[in-house]
T-cell receptor, first 113, second 113 residues
Framework: DGGITQSPKYLFRKEGQNVTLSCEQN?????MYWYRQDPGQGLRLIYY???????QKGDIAEGYSVSREKKESFPLTVTSAQKNPTAFYLC????????????FGPGTRLTVL | RKEVEQDPGPFNVPEGATVAFNCTYS??????FFWYRQDCRKEPKLLMS???SGNEDGRFTAQLNRASQYISLLIRDSKLSDSATYLC??????????????FGAGTQVVVTP
């Protein structure tokens, strides 16, 4: 059963801690993306990767880091430098990095206490 | 000005009625257009692509007006299960040839019995 998985579904973090959100896909897609969604706002792009071992900053990369060591995996680390990390984080993938539709994982809801 | 704008709604629709709403985009270089559906606290899911000639998928009809730079979605014979937020997604190809998605903040539709 192909798809995108994210874990955990809910995550609570104390201020000053780094946390890593997992994203795995078995769709054999080349491109993967991380978005953040805040209430009443559209999704905003954090980082994207068009191919293994390569990634680029999106519109709101400050305070976040990623890696793409395997095609299937694109973990996102939310660092203590991110000023307002409480949000719904969505991982997506597409067959290539071109103008194709993207498919989303179920999301991780991060709350900073 | 936001690159993609939507009326946030809510559009309150009696069951069985028709509802339509638009999404405007500001970048004339936009190439691909989609409607996604997002249920409360869930990930966005692709509803349909929007083609220049317009397209229909069951009770859903999407139109693209490039001259006026908007896309539309019409839902006929509304069902209770159509209650959701509908996200407009516009893609343009950047100088490094990847498809940059811009999301609208969504239009909420509430179908009532």
């Amino acid at each position: 059963d192909g798809g995108i998985t994210q874990s955990p579904k809910y995550l609570f973090r104390k201020e000053g801690q780094n946390v890593t959100l997992s994203c795995e896909q078995n769709l054999n897609h080349d491109a993967m993306y991380w978005y953040r969604q805040d209430p009443g706002q559209g999704l905003r792009l954090i980082y994207y990767s068009q191919i293994v071992n390569d990634f680029q900053k999106g519109d709101i990369a400050e305070g976040y880091s990623v890696s793409r060591e395997k095609k299937e995996s694109f973990p996102l680390t939310v660092t203590s430098a991110q000023k307002n990390p409480t949000a719904f984080y969505l991982c997506a993938s597409s067959i290539t990095g071109g103008p194709n539709e993207q498919f989303f994982g179920p999301g991780t809801r991060l709350t900073v206490l | 000005r936001k690159e993609v704008e939507q009326d946030p709604g809510p559009f309150n629709v009696p069951e069985g009625a028709t509802v339509a709403f638009n999404c405007t985009y500001s970048n004339s270089a936009s190439q691909s257009f989609f409607w996604y559906r997002q249920d409360c606290r869930k990930e966005p899911k692709l509803l349909m692509s929007v083609y220049s000639s317009g397209n229909e998928d069951g009770r859903f009809t999407a139109q693209l007006n490039r001259a006026s730079q908007y896309i539309s979605l019409l839902i006929r014979d509304s069902k209770l299960s159509d209650s959701a937020t509908y996200l407009c997604v516009v893609i343009r190809t950047t100088t490094d040839s990847w498809g940059k998605l811009q999301f609208g903040a969504g239009t909420q539709v509430v179908v009532t019995p």
